[in-house]
């Protein structure tokens, strides 16, 4: 059987490549995992009980709307509206089956083979992935001074066959916010040569503030240019009912919706009415998710204070913390940890083009004592 060379030349997903790991354990220890981005812990009970009352009702296991459920969309605009101070409506909004499905329908509808999208590092690995299955040229920007990225070293990358620029904050694997005046910058850079630029918001409420992420929205004519991806898997802890959200201009929507017909025609509905019970109910339970994986943070800033094994944490965000090594190639450290020290990771080779030397961490998915232990075991490296 032969394959497409566009599929063949990819690496596998790293959280499976790092949980195959896991059926050669033979250590009896609880494992760490600081692995999948994804919440551990339960939605809220509001969410918890539509969902059970959604399961009962016939409408659920029927296509919901192809642009999603009415209510919802109005919902996630008015959310936008109060986080932003911003005018969106439901006009603006399409909802997906998880944000990496809303990155793939927006880049379908904008490049296609031959063309060249521009892509912050370290870049989030299914960004790269579709790109390239796409017949797209992936174009790194490497990051400036603290891992922001610099929009006149994007535009330095611009040519004729470029198409967008992809931003990604808070950062997936940095966990590094870029500030609102550098994306307002990449904007300006995306309009001068009539670009897209996309912005992944997957982590915005996870920025330790309340402040806007950015006044993109704030120009009457940011639809031209402008695409911002959302997830609810991360906000409302319900990353396997897959549901996210593209917000742009109702022409850039009409492209999208095209592909969005080819793979999965509509969004999950029962994933839709968590979503919405969410958005709706669960404001307060959001804050203080939010404030707890702040503290878990911090947590794990201390923990790692005292460079057990000289990891050192370059960044830390949202999710994660980026962590310097210097124990030998990446794939190897990566494997010693979880065989024999008790602790699953994602190599950095997955966010970057060569080996620099670094693994993500997921800090949390782990309770305060389990951050406590991690320096520990971390230190049997050596």
Not at 49 to 66: F, K, L, M, N, V
Not at 139 to 161: F, K, S, T
Not at 320 to 348: K, Q, Y
Not at 366 to 377: G, K, V
Request: proline share 8%; aromatic share 6%; with cysteine.
């Amino acid at each position: 059987m032969k394959f497409s060379s566009r599929t063949a030349d990819l690496m596998h997903s790293p959280i499976g490549a790092a949980h195959q790991l896991l059926g050669e354990r033979v250590n009896e220890r609880p494992l760490l995992d600081l692995s999948q981005a994804a919440p551990s812990f339960p939605p809220a009970p509001v969410v918890a009980s539509r969902i059970a009352e959604a399961a009962r009702e016939p409408d659920t296991g029927r296509y919901a709307p192809q642009p999603g459920i009415p209510a919802l969309r109005d919902a996630m605009a008015d959310d936008l509206n109060w986080a932003y101070g911003s005018s969106l409506s439901a006009s603006n909004v399409l909802i997906t089956a998880g944000c990496n499905q809303a990155f793939c329908i927006v880049a379908s509808a904008i490049a296609g083979p031959g063309d060249s999208v521009i892509v912050v590092a370290p870049f989030y690995f299914n960004h790269d992935m579709w790109l390239r299955v796409e017949g797209v040229n992936v174009d790194i920007l490497e990051p400036g001074p603290d891992l922001i990225p610099e929009p006149a070293a994007a535009e330095a990358l611009v040519n004729d066959r470029t198409r967008a620029i992809v931003v990604v904050s808070p950062g997936n694997p940095t966990g590094v916010t870029v500030p609102p005046s550098v994306i307002a910058e990449f904007a300006e850079v995306a309009r001068r040569h009539d670009l897209t630029l996309i912005l992944d918001e997957t982590y915005r409420s996870f920025r330790g503030t309340e402040a806007p992420a950015h006044s993109l929205f704030d120009d009457p004519e940011w639809g031209d240019t402008v695409v911002s991806l959302h997830s609810f898997s991360k906000d409302l802890a319900i990353p396997g009912y897959r549901v996210g959200a593209v917000v742009g201009g109702e022409e850039l929507l009409v492209e999208a919706l095209k592909v969005l017909d080819c793979v999965a025609i509509s969004a999950p509905r029962i994933g839709q009415e968590a979503a919405l019970a969410g958005l709706l109910h669960a404001r307060e339970w959001r804050a203080e998710q939010v404030g707890r994986i702040a503290k878990l943070e911090q947590d794990f800033l201390a923990a790692m204070s005292s460079r057990p094994a000289g990891l050192e944490v370059m960044s830390s965000g949202a999710y994660f913390g980026w962590v310097r090594h210097s124990h030998g190639p990446t794939p190897d450290v990566v494997r010693r940890l979880v065989l024999d020290h008790d602790v699953l990771v994602i190599p950095g080779t997955a966010f970057t083009q060569a080996d620099q030397s670094m693994l993500r961490m997921s800090f949390a998915n782990l309770t305060p004592d389990q951050i406590a232990e991690l320096p520990n075991r971390l230190a049997e490296l050596g």
